[in-house]
């Protein structure tokens, strides 16, 4: 998936033998009511883009992660992520953004940080970890941003789960605020990602 304004809704995404749903280069991609499931990778995997994930399930990657983020912003509400080895991982590989346009032309975005923003989401039978986060750029400072409010754990039977890890690579975490999750419940994205932008800017001055 990749493109700018558009939502994808109300699909069953079973079985692939890489990603089950990819998204690259979007910006402001609505995902809502979907289920992806038995990726031989990840459900879903979102690099270099600006997405809204709501009303979902990701499940079923038993050895890999229920969704993985690579650049970007993404915002997780009201989701599912059941049945995986980990539950989330981001990473930061490069501060240089594209995303395609609707007339096909590439609009670039400097973003020296990523961020993900977990609202009221349910991770279900999570083996090993539910966050991983990562600055893999090279003298990378650390600038991934995991913001969280309201989310519930379990990890499945027989094995030890741990919230970030047992070395915690998540160290920016930050509280969602009350005019973020209304942003955010409201499904006004531009006004979310003012505010996540503003916060993560605010927090490195």
Request: charged residues 25%; glycine residues 6%; proline residues 0%.
């Amino acid at each position: 998936m990749t493109g700018e304004d558009f939502i994808v809704k109300g699909g069953i995404f079973d079985c692939s033998l890489q990603n089950t749903i990819f998204v690259q280069n979007a910006k402001n991609l609505v995902i809502d009511n979907i289920t992806s499931s038995r990726g031989s990778d990840n459900p879903i995997e979102i690099r270099d883009s600006f997405v809204f994930v709501k009303d979902s399930i990701f499940e079923d990657s038993y050895d890999n992660k229920c969704v993985e983020t690579e650049n970007g912003i993404v915002i997780f509400y009201n989701n599912l992520f059941a049945n995986c080895k980990l539950g989330f991982d981001m990473e930061l590989t490069s501060s240089k953004i594209y995303t395609r346009k609707k007339s096909g032309e590439w609009n670039y975005s400097s973003l020296n940080y990523s961020a993900a923003v977990f609202l009221e989401n349910n991770f279900y039978r999570i083996r090993d970890d539910a966050f991983h986060c990562h600055d893999r750029r090279k003298n990378g400072k650390g600038n991934v941003y995991l913001f969280l409010k309201n989310n519930e754990f379990s990890g499945q039977a027989g094995h030890t789960f741990r919230k970030f890890g047992k070395k915690k690579s998540c160290l920016n975490i930050v509280k969602i605020s009350s005019e973020l999750e209304k942003a955010i419940k409201s499904d006004n994205l531009n006004s979310a990602f003012s505010l996540i932008k503003n916060t993560v800017e605010d927090l490195e001055n």
